[in-house]
């Protein structure tokens, strides 16, 4: 179980809502569902405009995350993260500051969601 808050220029006031941690849901459909306006065009991890700043909200290790190799590549090419966030990511499990939400899967941890 996880809040997610998402805070934007675009939204009148920050939103937050419930998700159930462990349903293989993206980030990304979690917002449609609440009809939060992140921007998105493939749905698919390719265009990148879905990017956001995803922060962990506790002082415990982050739980594992995982990049697919589309999301590396995009967040990459956009200037969005370092080999040094990828590297710390896949060897120390360190959530880089960008992530795809069409990519990134709610874990049972409290996060904000900057786009």
């Known amino acids: 179980m996880a809040d997610v808050t998402f805070t934007s220029p675009a939204m009148p ?4 809502v419930y998700a ?3 349903d293989t849901r ?5 917002a449609k569902e609440h009809k939060v ?11 990148g405009s879905c990017a956001c700043q995803v922060t962990v909200l506790s002082d ?6 995982a990049l697919t190799e589309k999301e ?6 956009a200037g969005k993260i370092t080999d040094t966030q990828i590297h ?4 120390k499990d360190l959530p880089p ?13 409290d996060i904000l969601v900057k786009f």
């Open 37 to 47: 306006p992140i921007h998105f065009e493939c749905e698919n991890g390719e265009c």
């Open 88 to 91: 710390d990511a896949e060897v």
């Open 60 to 65: 415990k290790t982050p739980l594992g995350i």
């Open 72 to 77: 590396k590549t995009v967040l990459k090419l």
């Open 20 to 22: 159930t941690a462990g």
């Open 97 to 109: 500051p960008w992530r795809l939400a069409c990519q990134f899967i709610v874990r049972h941890e």
């Open 13 to 16: 006031k920050d939103v937050t």
């Open 26 to 30: 993206t980030l990304l459909s979690v």
